[in-house]
């Protein structure tokens, strides 16, 4: 029988400036290298960063919840002039997270 793969919990936020820069600037990057390099990347990259620390701000450390919450949130924001929506825009974050973290996205280590 296969085992179920434990959740991601990140440790609470030390420096959520410094997170949501982060996340802000390497997704944004994501974004640029995997299509086109568009002004609204920028946006994107920008509302889902907000979203994250404003999550781990209240709480929340679970990667699995965090990445429900930018699915649930990016829902209201215009994807019409982007390649992206907001299923895209949440997993690339859980899996830059994961890189940097050095987990392994496929199976879970």
Not at 33 to 46: D, Q, S, T, V, W
Request: proline share 6%; charged share 20%; glycine share 4%.
């Amino acid at each position: 029988m296969t085992q179920p793969i434990p959740p991601v919990v990140l440790p609470p936020i030390q420096n959520p400036a410094q997170e949501g820069e982060w996340l802000q600037k390497t997704l944004h990057d994501w974004l640029d290298r995997e299509f086109l390099p568009e002004a609204i990347n920028a946006k994107i990259a920008e509302r889902a960063a907000q979203i994250f620390v404003r999550q781990r701000l209240e709480g929340e450390n679970d990667l699995g919840a965090l990445v429900i919450a930018i699915v649930t949130e990016m829902q209201a924001f215009d994807f019409s002039r982007s390649f992206y929506s907001e299923f895209a825009i949440a997993n690339a974050a859980s899996d830059l997270i994961l890189d940097s973290l050095g987990i392994d996205r496929c199976c879970g280590h």
